[in-house]
Nanobody, 122 residues
């Protein structure tokens, strides 16, 4: 069974940066980040192919966030720059055994981490 553990969340001012990490016991899984803000559904943020060669981003984070992975370290990253108050959410790491990086529905993913809180102050 794949286990996912996120870290790196915290409080940052608008315009600042954070890097989230997801330690995962995975091999050839599609990895993704989702987030959930209070009162909202869980939404797709970014996904990366198993070899890191392809990525997909939500329009709201394009140009500001970068997803990457280091399979030798079993870790996926989400570099978040130019953070905005509307980026405030619990961020979740997810893994899918099959499919593509174009999967944006949470139901397409098989494994989830516990989440890490990101708070952006204005």
């Amino acid at each position: 069974q794949v286990q996912l553990v996120e870290s790196g969340g915290g409080l940052v001012q608008a315009g600042g940066s954070l890097r989230l990490s997801c330690a995962a016991s995975f091999s050839r899984y599609i990895m993704a980040w989702f987030r959930r803000s209070p009162g909202k559904e869980r939404e797709f943020v970014a996904a990366i192919s198993w070899n890191g060669g392809s990525t997909n981003y939500a329009e709201s984070v394009k140009g500001r966030f970068t997803i990457s992975r280091d399979n030798a370290k079993d870790t996926v990253y989400l570099q978040m720059n130019s953070l905005k108050p509307e980026d405030t959410a619990v961020y979740y790491c997810a893994a899918a055994a099959r499919g593509s990086i174009m999967m944006v529905s949470p139901r397409a993913y098989d494994y989830w981490g516990q989440g890490t809180q990101v708070t952006v102050s204005s």
